[in-house]
């Protein structure tokens, strides 16, 4: 599963990891987050993320 960058903070969203702190499971891809996830350390929304796949 792609890893995908936060541009704003640098955050990355490991899909194996998930954010179980946040309720999204291990497993969980970068496409299946809702729409109005946001980045967990700087809250940037789900379009400042690129793939680092």
Not at 10 to 25: F, K, L, S, T, V
């Amino acid at each position: 599963m792609e890893k995908y960058k936060c541009a704003v903070c640098g955050y990355i969203y490991d899909p194996a990891e998930g954010e179980p702190q946040n309720g999204i499971e291990p497993g969980t891809p970068f496409s299946e987050l809702p729409a109005g996830y946001d980045c967990p350390v700087c809250s940037a929304g789900k379009d400042e993320f690129f793939s680092l796949e």
